[in-house]
T-cell receptor, first 113, second 116 residues
């Protein structure tokens, strides 16, 4: 157990639907990062939150949004889902600076049918 | 733009032998951090080793070591005495600390198969 908890582990949904992925960071970590990994590809950075505030944005589609709550857990909302959104979505956390590397959750496998 | 390139999509090695995975990066920053992550079939991302750019000494973690060539912007991973459990995809990653951002930029990965 890495200390970063992601739920659900697997999600199958239809095109056009909306889903919410949840991430609880490791205890004490203030930063949460979301990454998307399509089949056999590298990890693409989506968005980062630090202590409730958005700090950096990557290649995140307008149909996607995220937030970090006062208890530091984060949610990634994906709407109007398309087949191409099928991927593994990772959440990672660190203390805020990233110097020590990131701790990753086990990911959410999203399948859009 | 900062980029990370792993030029070897797939590699294989015999058990107990040594293998080196290549990684190059592009940046104009002088202060940054480099990482190697391992992703086994379970898909969990596991930190293997990290290197601070201001440190000249190459990082080592047990059977894993890096060859950091700052001028060449090269950061290769050497795995000694390869074990079957080393079979995984390996990602090189780069990060520049900037305020409280510091997002990781990943390469495309190298799939390593260790053969018995």
């Amino acid at each position: 157990d890495s200390g970063v908890t992601q739920t659900p582990k697997h999600l199958i949904t239809a095109t056009g639907q909306r889903v919410t992925l949840r991430c609880s960071p490791r205890s004490g970590d203030l930063s949460v990062y979301w990454y998307q990994q399509s089949l056999d590809q590298g990890l693409q950075f989506l968005i980062q939150y630090y202590n409730g505030e958005e700090r950096a944005k990557g290649n995140i589609l307008e149909r996607f949004s995220a937030q970090q709550f006062p208890d530091l857990h984060s949610e990634l909302n994906l709407s109007s889902l398309e087949l191409g959104d099928s991927a593994l979505y990772f959440c990672a956390s660190n203390s805020g600076t990233g110097y020590g590397g990131y701790t990753f959750g086990s990911g959410t496998r999203l399948t859009v049918v | 733009a900062q980029t990370v390139t792993q030029s070897q999509p797939e590699m294989s090695v015999q058990e107990a032998e040594t293998v080196t995975l290549s990684c190059t990066y592009d940046t104009s920053e002088s202060n940054y951090y480099l990482f190697w992550y391992k992703q086994p079939p379970s898909r969990q991302m596991i930190l293997v080793i990290r290197q601070e750019a201001y440190k000249q000494q190459n990082a080592t973690e047990n059977r894993f070591s890096v060859n950091f060539q700052k001028a060449a912007k090269s950061f290769s991973l050497k795995i000694s005495d390869s074990q079957l459990g080393d079979t995984a995809m390996y990602f090189c990653a780069f990060m520049t600390p900037s305020g409280n951002t510091g997002k990781l930029i990943f390469g495309q990965g190298t799939t390593l198969q260790v053969k018995p």
